[in-house]
């Protein structure tokens, strides 16, 4: 295995009489997105802020790259902390400076960097963050999600090789939120930094996790793969995941992916024999994020009164999963969802809803059956 | 077992506890402001500086003279009336002018400009400071006290003397209109008086006490709304709408108290 980029052992932490990280040992790698997971006030924002410096341990040692953060000289250490950025759960944008200057802000300020290349380099984060239009905007202007771009587009600015991510989607809605994860792991993936996210939204950020750390009463009690976790015997699970997943499911009725498969699995373990299910793929036009929205929480709480649960599969595509239902029960289903919900949401004109309907069984692979549905979808809805 | 006395050994624990809070607070505005005035001088502050000279200066030249003009106007009338009783109307040039640059230029100046600029000063800042912005400056490596508070503290510095100035100035002219132009006092007699009894010293001592009010006023604002979160009475808006009455009040105070204190020692 890879030598680690960051590496905290045993880290300890105390504010008065309370030890909030008590013993921490933890690996990061280069490249991977690492999430650390826990309850509010478990202690992982102050995690977070033993590795960008602005706190220090009581005792033990923070590694980077094999080397002690203690044992760097004032200038190794500005030049280690200046490969980090920081993006805030409130985003924590200027609110006085327009989007242009709060993304120019660290250039500025840090580098001895010309006004030409400042503006190259600012125009070019604003462009790949498709925040174009809103360059002299200021961030009351923006939408939640705009501004949550803005942030980010200002934390790459200065090309950071570790960014870390403090509780990015809470307070979202289930569909902001996954457009968040989404974008994390896309701009992840396209300017190759390590991500380092702190969050108490589980399981959603399991799908764009390469590892999995869970903080749990001071202590790292877990380090490893999201599919790890699953199997990971702890009375964390117990306390922290169960209670949270229930609490996710029955606040908005739409899943994640991963809890989709594992309540997939679970549905079809009850019953021996004849396992079989529906499973629903509806395509929304156009890819509206707000349209999408409604439509997925309609579909969501139309099916989870019958049994079913939904899963968000693309920015414009939801898929529902009715359990012991017959392909024709599911038309019925359909059907029922467009007279009794759909059409009393009050869609713009040109709005167009596709569903395609396939039946399955236990131990069939989900993402087959999606392919199947997408290829048999047909119209069920214009306005 | 009931200790006898008790009641006086907790009032004096009172006293103490705050006695050592105000003298820590105080050596903690203090390091504050000696941090925030030694970075005026790191590079990249000219263009920070200039904008904050333009809000707590420039756009403080109206209320500045609109104050300077009626409080030189009530000068007159009133000094006029006064000694009109004992024949010395002419000495209504040297009263008005004295008292507007050693006393009432910098002192309601100052108090002016705490109450347009040095509220807004303590608001913003404390703003940025619950918001986390103070926060995000640090994890961008960018140093908060270079960044926010020594500009407003430079351009106090700069806008705090011309401002008295010009208080001073449109008081003279106030003073003129309603001794001279209203009253019909004698306009030579007032000017040659205005010219006559101002000394260099009068000035230099008004434009002094500018800038120690400047100190006063900038530090005390950029302190409160800097520390808004570390109040104990109250947290997110509600402290820093308390920070910023707090702010003004404080500075207020500290106007008169400074001006005294200078007064004397300009005296000796």
Known sequence: MTAPLIEFRDVTKRFGNKTVLDGINLKIYEGEVTTIIGLSGAGKSVLLKHIIGLLSPDEGEILFRGQPLTSMSRDERILHFGRISYMFQNNALFDSLTVYENVALPLVETTRVGRHEVHRRVMERIEQMELTEATDKYPSELSGGMQKRAALARALV?????????????????????????????????????????????????????????????????????????????????????????????????????????????????????????????????????????????????????????????MDEFVSFLPYTTPAEGEEMVKKLLDERLFNLKLAAGTTIRAGIVSGKAGEEINDLISKAKQVRREIMRT | MKTPYRWLTDFLAAIGRLVITQISSLGAAAIFFTLAFVKIFHPRQMGKILSHIYYIGANSTLIILLVGLFTGMVLGLQSYHALIKVGAQGAMGTLVTLSLVRELGPVLTAIMITARAGSAITAEIGIQRISEQIDALSTMRIDPIRYLISPRIAASFISFPLLTALFDLIGIVGGYISGVLILGANAGTYLYRVQASTDMKDITDGFIKALVFAAIVSGVSCYKGYFAHMRTDSHGAKAVGLATTSSVVTSCVLILIADYVVTSLLLI
Do not use: W
């Not at chain 1, 809470?170 to 993936?189: E, F, N, W």
């Not at chain 1, 396209?190 to 939204?201: D, N, Q």
């Not at chain 1, 702890?234 to 997943?245: A, I, N």
């Not at chain 1, 699995?265 to 036009?285: A, N, W």
């Open chain 1, 158 to 314: 200065t090309d950071p090789n570790i960014v870390l991510f403090d509780e990015p989607t809470s307070g979202q809605d289930p569909v902001r939120k996954y457009g968040i994860l989404t974008m994390i792991a896309q701009y992840q993936k396209r300017f190759g930094f390590t991500a380092i996210l702190v969050s108490h939204e589980i399981p959603d950020v399991y799908f764009i996790s390469n590892r999995i750390l869970a903080l749990y009463q001071g202590k790292i009690v877990f380090q490893g793969t999201p599919e790890e976790l699953e199997h990971f015997d702890h009375p964390f699970q117990d306390e922290v995941m169960k209670s949270l997943e229930e609490l996710e499911r029955e606040l908005t009725g739409v899943y994640s992916k991963s809890l989709f498969k594992i309540q997939n699995r679970s549905q079809l373990r009850r019953k021996l024999g004849e396992d079989y299910f529906s499973l629903v793929l509806f395509t929304i036009e156009p890819s509206e994020s707000q349209l999408a929205h409604d439509v997925g929480k309609t579909i969501a709480n139309c099916f989870s009164v019958r049994g079913g649960f939904t899963v968000r599969n693309a």
